[in-house]
């Protein structure tokens, strides 16, 4: 089973800056590619951005183009989510996670394997 552990959440200004970092461990399968999810307080967790592991190709939420950038560092198993022109609407917990599949809907939560315990993001007006 692959952990995964998300950092860089907090508190920032709108306008602001913050770079998430997920960090896989443990298993030693072939990851296809990585997700950023988040979830506002009453509302249903959404795509935010998505990197096929090996070639890197990025796919991105309408919400967050222009302004997210997802990248990964494969040598250190981590992928990162650098989020910049934060707006309050963007407050929520980010979640990373993994698929193993070839066939997976990268903006479909469901077809992903593995998940992070999430990292809270909180944007000030």
């Known amino acids: 089973q692959v952990q995964l552990v998300e950092s860089g959440g907090g508190l920032v200004q709108a306008g602001g800056s913050l770079r998430l970092s997920c960090a896989a461990s443990g298993g030693t399968f072939s990851r296809y590619a990585m997700g950023w999810f988040r979830q506002a307080p009453g509302s249903e967790r959404e795509f935010v951005a998505a990197i096929t592991w090996n070639v890197g190709m990025t796919y991105y939420a309408d919400s967050v183009k222009g302004r997210f950038t997802i990248s990964r560092d494969i040598a250190k198993n981590t992928a990162f989510l650098q989020m910049n022109s934060l707006e309050p609407e963007d407050t929520g917990v980010y979640y990373c996670?993994?698929?193993?599949?070839?066939?997976?809907?990268?903006?479909?939560?469901?077809?992903?394997?593995?998940w992070g315990q999430g990292t809270q993001v909180t944007v000030s007006s």
């Open positions: 996670a993994a698929t193993v599949s070839l066939y997976a809907t990268l903006a479909r939560g469901s077809d992903y394997d593995s």
